[in-house]
């Protein structure tokens, strides 16, 4: 199957799964007139340019249970860091055998190409039929991601780490110009689990909510497979999306930018054992 084949046989697939999901919100879709559109659009663009500002800003107001969040991230970021080169190999053996279908769409789904264009797609959806709710998830997913991306490619720059595919897990250059060097954390991580996160919370049902995370987890564990990246990697990648992306839709909901609002949050903790180390969400 070519690149192009592919590519666009992912955007049908994922295009098809959210407008299947956000039907469900609302069976009485009509278009928009045209200044309707235009009016709705420059909102929903202020909207997103203030959760991005609010996003960057929010470390300056935080109080003692935002610092408990940082070092809950922190803590479990060095855990799975002290874990990272058994965790490679195990990933990397798994890999070996895991359907090619899986990697590609992990690989597609977390590029940031293929991710705009899905985004994009969500919220034209919501903008020509003037649904609330979707043109709200929009907003947060492109703001959130926005954010995200940011800090990320940031991040990535800064700290310089190699890769496993490029040397060993506590091997770093910053501020390197290589890409082997580009490893903290996952970038693929980052985006998928920003869309999924930012849908998930639109829905109450445990099933839905399972399902929509079990996609937006397939690019992390994709990276792992293909020892892109090491499992402290995706882990902060993961997590900084949870963060930015409750960050910034309380503050939508604080401010009333959607008629809709309502504040949905998942808690997370790191679970370890003697031979057992994992993320457990509680919806």
């Known amino acids: 199957m070519t690149t192009a084949i592919k590519?666009?046989?992912?955007?049908?697939?994922?295009?098809?799964?959210?407008?299947?999901?956000?039907s469900q919100i609302d069976s009485t879709l009509t278009?928009?007139?045209?200044?309707?559109?235009?009016?709705?659009?420059?909102?929903?663009?202020?909207?997103?340019?203030?959760?991005?500002?609010?996003?960057?800003?929010?470390?300056?107001?935080?109080?003692?249970?935002?610092?408990?969040?940082?070092?809950?991230?922190?803590?479990?970021?060095?855990?799975?860091?002290?874990?990272?080169?058994?965790?490679?190999?195990?990933?990397?053996?798994?890999?070996?055998?895991?359907?090619?279908?899986?990697?590609?769409?992990?690989?597609?789904?977390?590029?940031?190409?293929?991710?705009?264009?899905?985004?994009?797609?969500?919220?034209?959806?919501?903008?020509?039929?003037?649904n609330e709710k979707v043109?709200?998830?929009?907003?947060?997913?492109?703001?959130?991601?926005?954010?995200?991306?940011?800090?990320?490619?940031?991040?990535?720059?800064?700290?310089?780490?190699?890769?496993?595919?490029?040397?060993?897990?506590?091997?770093?250059?910053?501020?390197?110009?290589?890409?082997?060097?580009?490893?903290?954390?996952s970038g693929h991580s980052v985006l998928s689990f920003t869309m999924a996160h930012s849908i998930a919370k639109q829905f109450s049902n445990i099933w839905v909510k399972s399902g929509i995370y079990a996609i937006g987890s397939i690019a992390p564990i994709s990276r792992l497979w293909e020892e892109a990246h090491w499992l402290s990697d995706v882990g902060l990648g993961m997590a900084i999306s949870v963060i930015v992306v409750d960050s910034i839709d309380n503050f939508m909901t604080g401010n009333n930018s959607y008629s809709d609002s309502k504040p949905k949050t998942v808690s997370w903790r790191i679970s370890a054992g003697m031979s057992t180390i994992g993320v457990v969400g509680t919806f």
């Open 135 to 185: 043109r709200k998830t929009g907003v947060l997913i492109f703001s959130s991601a926005i954010t995200t991306g940011i800090i990320q490619s940031i991040s990535k720059t800064v700290v310089g780490r190699a890769r496993p595919n490029s040397g060993d897990y506590n091997e770093f250059e910053p501020f390197s110009n290589k890409p082997g060097f580009h490893s903290f954390p």
């Open 7 to 22: 590519k666009i046989t992912l955007f049908c697939l994922l295009a098809f799964v959210s407008f299947s999901l956000f």
């Open 31 to 130: 278009i928009s007139k045209p200044s309707k559109i235009w009016d709705n659009l420059k909102y929903d663009a202020k909207i997103t340019a203030k959760g991005i500002g609010h996003s960057f800003t929010r470390p300056l107001s935080w109080k003692g249970k935002d610092f408990a969040t940082l070092g809950g991230v922190v803590a479990g970021t060095s855990l799975l860091y002290l874990s990272d080169k058994e965790a490679n190999r195990i990933f990397y053996k798994q890999g070996v055998g895991a359907p090619q279908v899986l990697k590609d769409f992990g690989w597609y789904f977390g590029s940031p190409q293929n991710f705009f264009m899905v985004s994009t797609g969500i919220y034209g959806f919501g903008l020509l039929t003037d």
